[in-house]
């Protein structure tokens, strides 16, 4: 049974020239006992329609063992290669038996998803979501960091840059590596080192061949970062509570020390004795 699937999408856009391989199958050989590892080899055998911007097409079909070519199908000369020399045989009869044949079909098969891939795949775009945020810096208590999350976005060529101002900057750009979401989209993250200054503005700038427009996403310091807050606010209002607990301790001292007072001035007088 063939299986037919597109192994890797992003191909179709950074490398338009790598074949999209149609997974036919692989065997697994074993020389011996089936759960000794070190006996296993692989054999693969490869179908595929190689695609270009350009509307052009050629077929691929590739046989592997172990990692390592060892036949091929020529398309344009209609027979089959032989790259290491045990397999020439078995090349050569290939060719005679079934060079033709093969070529009609993949012609038929190529030629007739070429409009699928132009239409569903190479025409595709998604548009990022930016998200601008600062992150706590590791390396300086100085310094801090903004991170521009950059997701969802298809095909993968993105353009992120920072701005602080409205000026570019050139240094203290963290760039961090093309993550595939396995859905078809992508994501990035792009890290800025900065001085925090209160009133700096920065500006995460994205380019993406699925937006009409470039988008920004400002983040502007404040002389308070947003983070300090609630910790601001609980040292307020503990030091409320403080000060209420100092006024009503001071408060009751001063009224037993009135009332202590007031005990001594008009308590019950000793009468002297009378004389007899």
């Not at 060892?70 to 090349?91: C, L, Q």
């Not at 390396?139 to 000026?167: M, R």
């Not at 699925?210 to 988008?215: E, H, N």
Request: net charge negative; proline share 5%.
């Amino acid at each position: 049974m063939d299986l037919y699937r597109v192994s890797d999408p992003r191909s179709l856009w950074m490398w338009i020239r790598i074949p999209i391989p149609l997974l036919v199958g692989t065997f697994i050989l074993l020389n011996g006992e089936r759960d000794s590892g070190a006996d296993a080899h692989s054999y693969s055998h490869v179908q595929g329609c190689e695609f270009n911007s350009s509307g052009s097409w050629t077929y691929i079909e590739q046989y592997i063992y172990d990692q390592q070519l060892i036949v091929y199908f020529d398309f344009n000369h209609k027979k089959y290669i032989a790259v290491k020399d045990w397999a020439k045989s078995n090349a050569d009869r290939w060719t005679k038996e079934s060079g033709e044949a093969l070529y009609q079909q993949a012609f038929g098969f190529c030629q007739n998803n070429i409009g699928i891939m132009e239409s569903e795949v190479l025409s595709r775009k998604v548009e990022p979501t930016v998200t601008n945020r600062p992150k706590a810096s590791p390396h300086s208590a100085q310094s801090a960091l903004l991170s521009c999350h950059v997701t969802g976005f298809y095909p993968p060529e993105i353009d992120v840059t920072w701005l602080k101002n409205g000026a570019p900057i050139p240094d203290g750009v963290i760039n961090t590596v093309l993550l595939s979401d396995g859905d078809w989209t992508y994501q990035v993250e792009d890290l800025l080192q900065y001085q925090p200054v209160s009133g700096d503005k920065y500006t995460c700038h994205v380019e993406h061949s699925s937006l009409r427009w470039p988008r920004s996403v400002d983040w502007e310091v404040r002389s308070i970062p947003e983070s300090a807050h609630p910790k601001i606010a609980v040292g307020a209002l503990f030091f409320v509570i403080g000060l209420i607990i100092l006024l009503a301790g001071v408060i009751m001292r001063l009224k037993n020390a009135k009332a202590i007072l007031d005990s001594s001035n008009h308590g019950p007088r000793l009468m002297s004795t009378a004389a007899s």
